[in-house]
């Protein structure tokens, strides 16, 4: 069973730049759709992009686009998300996920989310 | 402001059921499938529903999933006080090219 294990919490001041890992077990990091997802205090869960298998290209959520970058070393099945010029806003518990993302015979999209990491708590603030 | 609009909070007693609504637009619910959630305070999301109302092995029956045009509803029968936790629907946006979520919905069993 896939299993995701992310990197400890981070505090940073706020300009500076944040990357999260996450570590893939049990399967390999290329045959998986990695996607990121976030959580704000007493919010809801926030989709901020990942690797689209229905358009085979990582496609970004248009509130992070220019300052979040997903990559993938796939020798060492490991994920990463960057993300830059962090406001106090972007406080908040960054999750890892994979899932299943096409189109289905109508032009339906299935998408979901299957096998999460288990966060990572990334703090802003001077 | 979560695209996906779901009731702050849900109650009932053990045993009795519960149902829990997500409203969208003809761009996400009304057009593609739709994913529930199940969140424990502290932990990570964990996969309910899929494609409507198909549960993942391990997932009891005691919980279902349905759509009807560009509304969702999950529910949950002979609840359980371990069925305490933040529920959260998901689908993709076909205008905003983005997955959506709604705002979650506290299920408390009194």
């Known amino acids: 069973q896939v299993q995701l294990l992310q990197s400890g919490a981070e505090v940073k001041n706020p300009g500076a730049s944040v990357k999260v890992s996450c570590k893939v077990s049990?399967?390999?990091?290329?045959?998986?759709?990695m996607h990121w997802v976030r959580q704000t205090p007493g919010e809801g869960l926030e989709w901020m992009g990942g690797?689209?298998?229905?358009?085979?290209?990582?496609i970004y959520a248009t509130k992070f686009q220019g300052r979040v970058t997903t990559t993938e070393d796939t020798s060492t099945d490991t994920a990463y998300m960057e993300l830059s010029s962090l406001r106090s806003e972007d406080t908040a518990v960054y999750y890892c996920?994979?899932?299943?993302?096409?189109?289905?015979?109508?032009?339906?999209?299935?998408?979901?989310?299957?096998?999460w990491g288990q966060g990572t708590r990334v703090t802003v603030s001077s | 402001q979560s695209v996906l609009t779901q009731p702050p909070s849900v109650s009932a007693a053990p045993g009795q059921k519960v149902t829990i609504s997500c409203s969208g637009s003809?761009?996400?619910?009304?057009?593609?499938?739709v994913s529930w959630y199940q969140q424990v305070p502290g932990t990570a999301p964990k996969l309910l529903i899929h494609?409507?109302?198909r549960r993942p092995s391990g997932i009891p029956d005691r919980f279902s999933g349905s759509k009807s045009g560009t509304s969702a509803t999950l529910a949950i029968t002979g609840l359980q006080t371990g069925d305490e936790a933040d529920y959260y629907c998901?689908?993709?946006?076909?205008?905003?090219?983005?997955?959506?979520f709604g705002g979650g919905t506290k299920l408390t069993v009194l």
């Open positions: 998901g689908t993709w946006d076909s205008s905003l090219s983005a997955g959506v």
């Open positions: 003809s761009s996400n619910i009304g057009k593609n499938y």
């Open positions: 996920t994979t899932g299943v993302q096409y189109y289905d015979v109508n032009d339906s999209r299935v998408y979901w989310f299957d096998t």
């Open positions: 494609e409507n109302k």
């Open positions: 690797f689209d298998a229905a358009y085979g290209e990582t």
């Open positions: 049990a399967y390999m990091l290329s045959k998986l759709s």
